[in-house]
């Protein structure tokens, strides 16, 4: 794997920044680039299609009106709208443009997204005030396992989003200040619990139906011997939609969606990393390397695999943000 540059250490250390810096600041939630939104009167269809487009998983809903946040449109949402209302052999005929008909005949692909009872439910919404330090919107994060917390101003408009993503990308540029980066896993007990694991003869559909089950963001594919061999994630949704006759692939086993989403004809349309084998890393791993490998690789989540490279944790990003803000964050049941 090639490093990337920006580990250079930021100007500042963990504690200064949760404090000093404002949830308004431009470092969020990407590199000043604008923050995407859908609009409360916009369909199901073409909020999706602001997702897929813009390569995102979540995004704000704005009142058309005046322009005050009303709540999120996520992935997850759409999942859950997904398994609730089809089975499997409703997208096995799926071809191209036919599943947005598909959608029509249900009535929902131009319902607009506010009048569905599913969305927010998986992920609620949370929001900190601008003026606000950072610590408060990582102390939500903490606390809730939020992915993502909106930034409003007095009127309540929108004026930032801060991800977890983000906030861990910029800790990576501050491993010199983090006391422990250089233990391992192990030594920190850090990312070891049992996990659910899919095996790969489960149909990709019913797997999709277990994430929203279990409200989980993603869970790890195994094979006959406990092997990790993949990850199925909401982010696969977003896969899915960059080319409508995809949704078929949720008929096929997980075995077999797997592959299929690794042959050229899609690994042309989207991005590279988004169809690479898990990331995994070893209990003997640092912390510091950890946080590498989530930073470079833009991932949610790394498995820790033993020898034989069955899973036995996960270290995702809101485990890395609890462990190296911990110090700084109020005690509570879900910091301690």
């Known amino acids: 794997m090639t490093e990337v540059a920006p580990f250079a250490p930021f100007a500042t250390n963990v504690k200064n920044f949760l404090s000093e ?83 029509e005949k249900k009535g929902i692909a131009n319902k607009r997204i506010t009048e569905f009872e599913e969305i927010g439910k998986l992920e609620p919404t949370f929001t900190v005030m601008a003026n606000e330090p950072l610590l408060k919107a990582v102390e939500i994060m903490v606390n809730t396992r939020a992915q993502r917390v909106i930034v409003l101003n007095d009127s309540g408009q929108l004026v930032n989003v801060i991800t977890q993503s983000r906030v861990v990308a910029i800790l990576t540029t501050m491993l010199d200040t983090i006391p422990d980066a250089s233990k391992t896993l192990q030594e920190l007990k850090l990312g ?38 993949g990850n199925l994630s909401v982010n696969d949704l977003k896969i899915l939609g960059y080319k409508l006759e995809w949704f078929k692939l949720l008929t096929l086993p997980l075995s077999e969606y797997l592959n299929e989403l690794k042959k050229p004809e899609r690994a042309s349309v989207v991005r590279r990393k988004e169809i690479q084998q898990p990331l995994t890393v070893k209990p003997d791993d640092t912390l510091e390397f950890t946080m590498k490998m989530l930073y470079v690789w833009r991932v949610h989540r790394v498995y820790i695999v033993n020898d034989e490279g069955v899973p036995i944790g996960v270290e995702a990003l809101h485990d890395v943000i609890k462990h190296v803000t911990a110090p700084y964050l109020p005690k509570t049941e879900a910091t301690e």
């Not at 449109?73 to 005929?93: A, G, H, T, Y």
């Open 192 to 229: 070891f619990k049992p996990l659910i694991t899919l095996p790969n003869t489960l149909s990709t559909f019913q797997a999709f139906k277990l994430l929203r089950d279990k409200n989980a963001t993603a869970l790890p594919v195994v094979d006959e011997k406990g092997k990790l061999i």
């Open 21 to 103: 810096f404002k949830a308004a600041s431009p470092v969020f939630p990407h590199l000043y680039t604008a923050v995407i939104t859908v609009s409360n009167d916009q369909t199901l269809w073409n909020a999706l299609q602001t997702l897929v487009e813009n390569k995102i998983l979540s995004a704000p809903v704005v009142d058309a009106s005046n322009r005050k946040v009303v709540g999120s449109f996520s992935m997850k949402d759409f999942m859950n709208i997904l398994v609730s209302r089809f089975d499997e052999k409703e997208l096995q005929m799926v071809s191209e443009q036919e599943f947005k008909s598909l959608l």
